[in-house]
């Protein structure tokens, strides 16, 4: 099963919004993963992490890895419609290549 | 640079058959790794080839195989079908060294 616990579940927000949605476990990962997937296509990598407390932004969307290596936090600002989807964190575990994959952000945007 | 694709789109299957699921990864990438999603499961790690070897193994019973090829394409391979194996099929590929996947669309398996 997945140990990466996501939250929240799904969102349901105006366009113009920020959205914040965030991923936890309680094993250590040494790299974060966030991925986007539309209906009918496979996920698309959004941000990749690599450091304890790093930042990083790809245009709206703003990720941080936490501090203790458990958490990571994506951060989409001024939605716009296109934003829908599913948002996913994920990472290999640490010692183990083993990718694991959050349950999923479902996120809506109302025009 | 071509993304990576997957053949086919959609299969439809009764239970007992068997099935085979295509992935030609991104030229260059020689990590080629297998996923299933389900609404109930979320995404799961079925197994990961590099090499034409296969390197890691995720917690799936043995009816599900896999194999690479000296190009890097990957098949998987689901034996005796269940109604429980309808799922999306997601292949991705990534550079030697790098966790940084890229998928394909997926091939969409019904068991009927």
Request: net charge positive.
């Amino acid at each position: 099963g997945q140990q990466l616990n996501q939250s929240p579940q799904s969102m349901f927000i105006q366009e113009g919004e920020d959205v914040s949605m965030n991923c936890t476990s309680s094993s250590i990962f040494n790299t974060w993963l966030w991925y986007k997937q539309e209906p009918g296509e496979g996920p698309v990598l959004l941000i990749a992490l690599y450091k304890a407390g790093e930042l990083t932004s790809n245009g709206r969307l703003t990720a941080q890895f936490g501090i203790t290596r458990k958490d990571s936090f994506l951060n989409i600002s001024a939605s716009i419609p296109s934003d829908v989807g599913i948002y996913f964190c994920a990472g290999p575990r640490w010692n183990n290549n083993d990718m694991r994959f959050g349950a999923g952000t479902r996120l809506t945007v109302k025009p | 640079k071509a993304g990576v694709t997957q053949t086919p789109r959609y299969l439809i299957k009764t239970r007992g058959q068997q099935v085979t699921l295509s992935c030609s990864p991104i030229s260059g990438h020689r990590s080629v790794s297998w996923y299933q999603q389900t609404p109930g499961q979320g995404l799961q790690f079925l197994f990961e080839y590099f090499s034409e070897t296969q390197r890691n193994k995720g917690n799936f019973p043995g009816r599900f195989s896999g194999r690479q090829f000296s190009n890097s394409r990957s098949e998987m391979n689901v034996s005796t079908l269940e109604l429980g194996d309808s799922a999306l099929y997601l292949c991705a590929s990534s550079l030697e060294g790098s966790y940084e996947q890229f998928f394909g669309p997926g091939t969409r398996l019904t068991v009927l």
